[in-house]
C-alpha cells in the first residue's frame, strides 16, 4: 500500500464517518487523493469493506472500521482503534447523519431522540473522544446543513439537529483553540441516497422529477449540488492552508442562502 507524501493533505491521519454514505465515499477517495491516511466509519461491514478495497487497489492509505456513532462505548473503541493504529490524530470530518420529514406534531419521541442522537450526539462523543488524541494543527470538521439556518416545514427534528451542529462547532472551536480548529459546512440539497430516499416517497413519474426539479430551483443556481463540490471545502479546512480559520459555518448551497 503506498502512502501518499504529496498533497493538500499529504500524511494527514483522519477519521470520516458516515464513510459509505453517498457524500462520505467522495471524501474518503477525495481525502485519499490529496494525500490523507484515512480511517472510515460507518455502520454496513459489507459496504466498508467494499470501499477499502476499491480505495486500496487505487493506492490509497484507507481502512475501514465500522462504528455506530450513537454509541458512546463504539465511538470511544474507534478512538482506540485510531490510538493503536496512528498514535494520534489530525483530522476529524463529522458526517454520518439521517434525515427525517414530518410535520412536528406527527413526530414520535423516539424519531426526535434517534435525530438528535445520529446528528448531534455524535459530534459530541466524536469531538471528546478524538480531541485527546489530536496535537497542533488539528482540525475538526463537523457537516451540518442549510435545514440547521433556516426554518423549513416537516423538518423541525433535523433542522433543530443539525442548528445544534453549529453552535457546538462555535463552543468546540472556544474550547479547543489554539491547538485544534473546528469549523461546520452546511450543504444545500446534494445528489446523494439521502435526498433521493426522500423524495422517493412523491408518487413515482413526472411529480418526482418535478419535486426534484423545484430542489434546485429555488436555488440561484438553479440545480442540486454534488458531493464533489462540498468536499473540497472540506479538505481547504482539513489542511493547513486554513490555518487562520475556526469557528465558522459555510453554506456549500448553490447561493440558497442568499435568495
Ligand atoms: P447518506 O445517507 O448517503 O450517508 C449518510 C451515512 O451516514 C450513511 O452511510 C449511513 O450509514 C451513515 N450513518 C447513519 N447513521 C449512522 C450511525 N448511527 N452510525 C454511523 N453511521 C451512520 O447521506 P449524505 O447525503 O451522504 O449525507 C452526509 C451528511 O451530509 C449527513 O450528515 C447529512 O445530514 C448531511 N447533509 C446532506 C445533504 C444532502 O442533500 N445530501 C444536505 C445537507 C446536509
Not at 457546538?168 to 480548529?181: C, G, H, Q, S, Y
Request: hydrophobic content about 45%; proline content about 4%; overall charge neutral.
Amino acid at each position: 500500500m503506498s502512502t501518499t507524501t504529496t498533497g493538500r493533505l499529504a500524511g494527514k491521519r483522519t477519521v470520516i464517518t458516515g464513510a459509505t454514505g453517498g457524500m462520505g465515499r467522495v471524501a474518503c477517495r477525495m481525502f485519499c487523493e490529496a494525500g490523507a491516511r484515512v480511517i472510515g466509519s460507518d455502520l454496513d461491514e459489507a459496504a466498508g469493506r467494499g470501499l477499502e478495497e476499491e480505495l486500496r487497489a487505487a493506492g490509497h492509505d484507507f481502512t475501514f472500521k465500522a462504528a455506530d456513532v450513537t454509541s458512546e462505548a463504539e465511538v470511544e473503541a474507534l478512538a482506540g482503534f485510531v490510538r493503536q493504529r496512528w498514535d494520534g490524530l489530525d483530522v476529524l470530518y463529522n458526517n454520518a447523519g439521517i434525515i427525517l420529514g414530518k410535520p412536528l406534531l406527527g413526530t414520535t419521541v423516539e424519531e426526535w431522540d434517534r435525530l438528535h442522537a445520529v446528528n448531534t450526539r455524535s459530534v459530541f462523543l466524536a469531538i471528546r473522544a478524538f480531541a485527546p488524541l489530536m496535537g497542533a494543527g488539528g482540525s475538526i470538521v463537523n457537516i451540518s446543513s442549510g435545514g440547521g439556518a433556516r426554518a423549513m416545514r416537516n423538518m423541525s427534528a433535523y433542522g433543530s439537529s443539525k442548528a445544534g451542529v453549529i453552535l457546538l462547532t462555535k463552543v468546540a472551536a472556544l474550547e479547543l483553540a489554539p491547538d485544534i480548529r473546528v469549523n461546520a459546512i452546511l450543504p444545500g440539497t446534494i445528489d446523494t441516497p439521502m435526498p433521493r430516499n426522500f423524495i422517493s416517497r412523491v408518487p413515482a413519474g413526472g411529480e418526482r422529477e418535478a419535486a426534484w426539479q423545484a430542489l434546485g430551483d429555488g436555488r440561484p443556481l438553479k440545480r442540486v449540488g454534488l458531493p464533489e463540490e462540498v468536499v473540497p471545502l472540506a479538505i481547504f479546512l482539513a489542511s493547513d492552508e486554513a490555518s487562520f480559520i475556526t469557528g465558522v459555518d459555510y453554506f456549500v448551497d448553490g447561493g440558497r442562502a442568499a435568495a
